[in-house]
């Protein structure tokens, strides 16, 4: 049976912050991961976008994250278990669209496009077209941030469970000095949201700084 990374990180805490180290390097078993599958996509011609914390981490915000999250079309995602299961890659159960690199145990999630953040309830707000809503980072296909904030904050506002998101947004604002007027580069259902945290992140550094 495959050990997983998080198993891997449970089970010897030296080597987990060796790998937290490492991941802030772009050198560590997550990044390897994303690497060898996003390769192995091109190989394949699979268009793929990175979402999730791997893009946050590209455009400057760098959090340590144990998956590679990838938006895909719903063709694409069955090509992909079609091409690569057994080959270098195991689903953690039987049917699940998610799959797991054979050699780190690193989780690769995927996400589909058409289907709606958070909850899955339709709403304003759905997951783009991969060969549509990229932009190219360290020659890797990325979602743009708006878009991340756009699906971030959607999925946040569906409520319990999903509260990170909200978090992960808020902390984009702070640490890449996001300006009130981003938010009119987002969808009208969560502009609103964006306005909320961003008042919150200014009041805070002002509390800070008083």
Same mark, same amino acid.
Request: aromatic residues 10%; proline residues 6%; charged residues 25%.
């Given at each position: 049976?495959? $050990?997983?990374?998080?198993?891997? &990180? ?8 060796r ?13 390897a ?7 192995? &996509?091109?190989?394949?011609?699979i268009?793929?976008v ?20 990838l938006?895909? /079309? ?7 278990h ?6 270098g ?6 049917? /699940?669209?998610?799959l ?6 690193v989780?690769?999630?995927?996400l ?6 958070g ?20 020659? =890797?296909?990325?979602?743009?941030l708006?878009?991340? $904030?756009? =699906?971030? =904050? ?12 909200l978090a992960?947004v ?5 640490v890449?000095d ?9 969808n009208?259902?969560?502009q609103s949201?964006?306005?909320e ?5 200014q009041?805070?550094?002002s509390?800070?700084?008083?």
């Amino acid at each position: 049976m495959m $050990i997983t990374y998080e198993q891997k &990180l449970n089970r010897d805490v030296r080597w987990a912050f060796r790998e937290g180290a490492m991941h802030f390097d772009k050198d560590n078993s997550v990044h390897a991961s994303l690497q060898t599958i996003t390769k192995r &996509l091109r190989e394949l011609n699979i268009p793929y976008v990175v979402v999730g914390g791997m893009a946050m981490f590209f455009h400057g915000y760098r959090r340590f994250t144990e998956d590679v999250d990838l938006l895909v /079309s719903r063709d694409a995602l069955r090509e992909i278990h079609a091409r690569l299961e057994g080959l270098g890659y195991v689903p953690p159960f039987a049917g /699940s669209k998610q799959l797991r690199d054979a050699v780190t145990g690193v989780r690769i999630e995927f996400l589909v496009t058409g289907e709606y953040p958070g909850d899955g309830q339709p709403k304003p707000v759905a997951f783009p077209d991969p060969t549509e809503c990229f932009t190219i980072i360290d020659d =890797l296909r990325i979602l743009p941030l708006p878009k991340l $904030i756009e =699906l971030k =904050l959607a999925s946040g506002m569906t409520g319990a469970g999903r509260l990170k998101d909200l978090a992960d947004v808020e902390s984009l604002i702070n640490v890449l000095d996001l300006p009130a007027d981003f938010a009119q580069q987002l969808n009208p259902y969560v502009q609103s949201k964006f306005d909320e945290i961003w008042q919150g992140v200014q009041k805070g550094r002002s509390e800070h700084n008083s």
